[in-house]
Every structure is written in C-alpha cells, then in structure tokens.
C-alpha cells in the first residue's frame, strides 16, 4: 500500500487530541519499520524516541504494524536502550506505565559503525526477518532512518543504507530519510551535503528536519493568512511599518558550549528556524495546499532578499560565555544577533524583517510580532501609547493576540492600550498540544514533505547569510559584550529603532488564567 493510501478510524478516547479526531493509522499491510540511527545520543532519547511513544499512545502507530531498531555504536542491550529511554517520557512512565512498557517492547538495537557494511548488513537481517514475521510481501514495506547524528557522519551513512538496507519500492514500499539539522556550516558546506546525499537518494525520499515548522503556533500561519478576510488587505508595506521574528533564551549555553560555539546564534537559531518563520510570514498564497506548492512560494521570499548590510547587523556574546572550559579563549562566536532582512518585491518593498534571537537573555520566549504603521489623522493624540500590534507568541503560553488602542473605562474620554486575546490553554482547554517532532515524524510516515526543507530552498537560505557568516568567522565583525539577564546589548535596540520599531512602554501582555 502507498503511502497516501492511509486508513481513517475514529476512536472516541482521542477526542480531545489535537492532531485531529479523526486520525489515520498505520495500515493493515505493507509493515512500517522505524530506525533511530545515533539511538543512545541526546537527540534520541530527548525527542525522537519521546515523539514516537506519543504517536503510539494516540494511536496514529499501531503495535501490529510498527516496530523499531536502535542503531548506534555503543554496545548496549535491547533493555539497556529502553531503560535508557523510559527516563524521558517524564510522568506517562508512571501514570501509564503499562502503555511505555507495551512500547518499549517494541524497540530492538542493534550495534554498529556508520561507516562499515557489517553493522549495516546485521541491520537490514533483522529488519527484513521482522517484515517476514508481519507477512509483509517483498516490496511493500516501509522503512524509515531517522538520522539523530553529526552531519559530520551523514554521507557514509546515506552510502551504507543505501548499499545494504534499501527496500525495493516495487510493491508499494518506500525507503525515506529523516535528516536532522544543522545541514551544512555555509553554502558551499551545505551544497557539498546535499551533493554527496543527493547522488544516492531522490528529492522526494528526503526529509530535512526543522522542528519549528512542526510547532503549533507555525503550522497556523497558512490559516491565519489565507482563511480569514481582515487579513488579506492589511498585509503589505501599505499597512504594516515592520516585522520582528524574535527568539530568546534566559540561559546560557550550559555545558554545551563546544557544540555552540562550533556554530554560533545564527547557525542555530537564525539561518533556519527563523528564517523558516519569515517565509511563512512574508510568502505569497500558494496555488494550493500541495507540499510543492507551497515550498515554490517559501523559495521565492527567500530569493528576494537582499544582500544584508552590515549596518543594520548587531552581535553580542554574554559576559562569562568564554569561562566555559570548552570554549576558546578568544571565541569571536555570537550568542546574540539582531539582523534586519529586506524584501526586494512588490508586497514588502521598505518593510524591515528584524530577526533576533539570543542566549541569557532577560525571558524565554519566541514569537512574531507585526507591527502596523501610525493611525493617520490621531485625533484621540493617543501615538506615544503604542502602535497596534499582531503578536503570535510560538512558546512558551501559546497564544495569538492583537495589541490595540481602547477607550479607557470611567467618565474621561482617555485612551490605553489593550488586547484581543486567544491564549491557547484558556480556549483550548483539556486539548493536548503535540510536540513538533510528533507531527513532523507522522508527516514523514504519510510522505507530506510540506514542513520540510527542500534543497533549493536550503540553498537560497545560505546564499543570504554565508557573506556574513564569512566576515564573522574571519573575525571582520566583533560581537558586543553583554550582561546576563539583560536584554542584550543596547546597541540591538537602537538598531531596531533605526530600523523603524516602536517600542512600547507601560503595557505587558498577562496570559489569561483559566
């Protein structure tokens, strides 16, 4: 069977799901088989393996169809890896311990290297001796390699599936590949990878990760946008003065500083999951709802860009962030930017994307926020209280809010600056927000690649920021000192408002309480 050819049941105890309540399972032949490769790293344990326990639970994977094979070098157990694992499904280890331990039995590792056929080889044997206990027909079964790896080790492992643990797709059955980010350090990196992998897999077995295009708040930009008729007049230079795309941590990078500093605040946050949001923010309406439809007009934002200026660019790095033993003495690494991106199109002509983010900063939060230009004609003489604002807050408190102006209750005819509010967990309450990596990991399975990345629009991505990743690995461009806990450097805000941001001052956004 295809993989479109998925079928719908409903079941009543997932109501509340918000996946839909309606959902599709697993189907009755051609068995699925799962392969975490990196199985006892980080990312596995933390996300992937989490993701696919939530997805069984809900009942999008069916215990009779699906199975799953650990692949890693360390040599652990089939038990050693699933006690490893049961420690991050948090309190459902308890409260549904018999649901994690029925999943959990699911799992089979196998150990090996990424670069050497034996492992790969002993791979594909127990993979091919479960398809045959499923009575799966040669040819009809699916097998998925989610790589939770370096990027480092991704082309030897792409040759060695390729060479020993492909499914022959005659029958209906697809080899796919989940390949995590980062993908690439700069164009000509990036371009290398896509060459090597292209060279063994089609474009369309390919699946590049982002995981904020899996976030909730992400997924109803489209909607937003194109389902709702105050929007479509009000979205362009004529009304909006600028857009900021923002991303914040109150923390440092504990522990990781080696990693981090290997890549720096706009390889990790910016160039992907940031830009990814700007697309969404700044793309035409697609011609429809197609995953290739929808990723034409994602490529053709990112190919308006223009080349960024190093003025309108400020870099800051955190007071102490050298003091980790793993990071260089002299690291030039960023742990805060602010750069402003422009739209050279008829839509966004003059209108700045200020994309932001940083690390032990003064919150943790991310979110877009579109603000509109001044009223013209202020009779109220209310502008210095703010403008009105569209806030899409990603995480944490997941909510959509409009910041406007309203008359302030009493007998004076005074006006504040107030909100129209859709705070998720007051008006979704008992609904159940998934993880992006479940979302995304069940996209895969259906072979919708409409949040994933495809090359093209990889490329036009680092086309934009490799000049200025260039000049700050050469040292051309020094980053700000800047206190922990504080909003980063000054030198960010006055760009902003440079930049034509209005700030405003004594109003805060208090999520609603139930």
Known sequence: MGSGQWMVEKRSSFRSDSFSKEYETVPETGCLSIIVLGASGDLAKKKTFPALYNLYRRGFLQSNEVYIFGYARTKISDDDLRNRIRGYFGKDASEHSEDVSKFLQLIKYVSGSYDTEDGFRLLDKEISEHEVSKNSAEGSSRRLFYLALPPSVYPPVCRMIRKCCMNRSDLGGWTRIVIEKPFGKDLESAEKLSAQIGELFEEPQLYRIDHYLGKELVQNLLVLRFANRFFLPLWNRDNIDNVQIVFREDFGTEGRGGYFDEYGIIRDIIQNHLLQVLCLVAMEKPVSLKPEHIRDEKVKVLQSVLPIK???????????????????????????????????????????????????????????????????????????????????????????????????????????????DLSYKQRYQGVAIPEAYERLILDTIRGDQQHFVRRDELKAAWEIFTPLLHRIDDGEMKPLQYQPGSRGPVEADELLAKAGYVQTHGYIWIPPTL
């Open 310 to 420: 190093d003025e309108e660019v400020v870099l800051g790095q955190y007071e102490g962030y050298r003091d980790d033993p793993t990071v260089p003495d002299h690291s030039n690494t960023p742990t805060f930017a602010t750069v402003v991106l422009r739209i050279h199109n008829e839509r966004w002509e003059g209108v700045p994307f200020i994309l932001k983010a940083g690390k032990a900063l003064n919150s943790r939060k991310a979110e877009i926020r579109v603000q509109f230009k001044d009223v013209p004609g202020d009779i109220f003489k209310c502008q210095k209280q703010g403008r009105n604002e569209f806030v899409i807050r990603l995480q944490p408190s997941e909510a959509m809010y409009m910041k406007l102006t309203v008359k302030q209750p009493g007998l004076e005819m005074s006006t504040v600056q107030s909100e129209l």
